[in-house]
Nanobody, 121 residues
Framework: QAQLVESGGGLVQAGGSLRLSCAAS????????VGWYRQAPGKEREFVAA?????????SYSDDVKGRFTISRDNAKNMVSLQMNSLKPEDTATYYC?????????????WGQGTQVTVSS
């Protein structure tokens, strides 16, 4: 059974940093594109960042986070991370990781339960 479990969320002041992690199990991680979406209260879920599967390693970011966030994956550990720097109050949201064998930008076949990120001003 496929499973994605996020961790690393929390409360941080504006300008600070957080590192989110997502542990994958139950599917062939190397054959899946993985990425992060976020959803703020009252808003739709939106794409944040993604990284390609083995053989298609490239990254993609939304304009809102480009230059501040960095996505990476560790195929040996079946994990994907999102390093978030220079955080802004508007980055406050629940962050979800996802995985899909075909769609780099989602929507994804598998989703985690989410981790809350709150950025105070």
């Amino acid at each position: 059974q496929a499973q994605l479990v996020e961790s690393g969320g929390g409360l941080v002041q504006a300008g600070g940093s957080l590192r989110l992690s997502c542990a994958a199990s139950g599917f062939t991680f190397t054959m899946h594109h993985v990425g992060w979406y976020r959803q703020a209260p009252g808003k739709e879920r939106e794409f944040v960042a993604a990284i390609g599967r083995s053989g298609h390693i490239h990254t993609s970011y939304s304009d809102d986070v480009k230059g501040r966030f960095t996505i990476s994956r560790d195929n040996a550990k079946n994990m994907v991370s999102l390093q978030m720097n220079s955080l802004k109050p508007e980055d406050t949201a629940t962050y979800y990781c996802g995985a899909d064998p075909e769609r780099l930008w989602g929507p994804y076949e598998f989703w985690g339960q989410g981790t809350q990120v709150t950025v105070s001003s």
